[in-house]
């Protein structure tokens, strides 16, 4: 079995398979440099500066953006991949690579009180065509969740039997694999599946005026929130090969605290007979490109 992690698309990226992985990590390298919102130069920054309202896209790009909107779709519009401005509010403009975040205790005793998020709408205002995309000029997208989960779908694709894919939290299997999520007391078991994850304790920050953010936000007012669960439903995100819909499987019961997972649940997985570090949070999902605005 061999093992390769390295750093990508801001977080780290490991791989556990019975074939060579360079080839694999070349991929995902590639895929990360066209839909990063940090390089100027990518396709996705291309089209959130592009003033027209119908854009040429490439077929990587459109669907990524596909699986990013199927993401608000079947979420209600929690997971909305337009809320770049309001990040970018909230201090997240630059890549936080090597940046050493704030304290999560101290953030955690600063968090005002609870309280349940509330769908966006501007996600309706994209559309995916053959070889465009159309949105109004001036509404940027933010790939990174779904950027991530897209990348762990074409590495999976790439390989065959017992294998990990953990693209910083977006976690693809195959095989059977149980999934302990550190600090929580839940353990997941999916089999050719995937677990997509998000938590604020590796991008944390306190603001110039003293307060901390997150880049969790309300997509409804571009506030501050935490992580929420999604309940297990058939799968429909598209794929880098065609392949049968699968049921996700073994979600277990949401918390009792309001129906959110713990923000501070940073975890790592164990997975068979292999560990894959990294993941944060709590979704499980039949393929990793569960979209969410990250």
Not at 99 to 127: I, K, M, S
Not at 176 to 194: E, F, N, P, S, Y
Request: hydrophobic share 40%.
């Amino acid at each position: 079995m061999n093992e390769l992690t390295f750093a990508c698309m801001g977080t780290t990226v490991r791989l556990i398979a019975d074939a060579p992985l360079e080839p694999i990590r070349a991929g995902i390298e590639r895929i990360a440099a066209r839909l990063t919102r940090f390089d100027a130069g990518s396709e996705l920054s291309a089209l959130n500066a592009d003033p027209r309202t119908e854009v040429p896209a490439s077929s990587l790009l459109r669907r990524a953006v596909q699986a990013a909107l199927l993401g608000a779709r079947r979420t209600g519009g929690l997971a909305d991949p337009t809320l770049l401005d309001a990040v970018e509010r909230a201090g997240y403009r630059g890549s936080r690579v090597g940046v050493e975040p704030a304290t999560l205790e101290a953030a955690l005793r600063a968090a005002p009180a609870r309280r349940p998020a509330a769908p966006g709408g501007r996600w309706q205002e994209v559309e995916v065509r053959d070889d465009t995309i159309v949105r109004p000029p001036g509404l940027k997208l933010d790939l990174g969740g779904s950027a991530k989960g897209l990348a762990a779908d074409w590495a999976a694709s790439q390989l065959h039997g017992f294998y990990v894919v953990d693209c910083g939290g977006d976690v693809r299997v195959g095989g059977t694999h149980d999934i302990a999520l550190r600090g929580t007391a839940q353990t997941l078991r999916v089999c050719d599946a995937a677990v997509a994850t998000s938590g604020i304790d590796r991008r944390v920050w306190r603001r110039p005026d003293g307060a901390y953010a997150h880049h969790l936000l309300d997509p409804a007012t571009g506030e501050l929130r935490g992580p929420a669960w999604c309940p297990p439903r058939r799968s429909e995100r598209p794929h880098w090969k065609p392949r049968r819909w699968q049921r996700r499987r073994c979600c277990p019961a949401p918390p009792a605290h309001g129906g959110c997972s713990p923000p501070a649940a940073s975890s790592s997985v164990t997975t068979g007979r292999a560990s894959a570090s990294g993941v944060r949070g709590a979704r499980v999902c039949g393929r990793a490109a569960r979209a969410r605005s990250r």
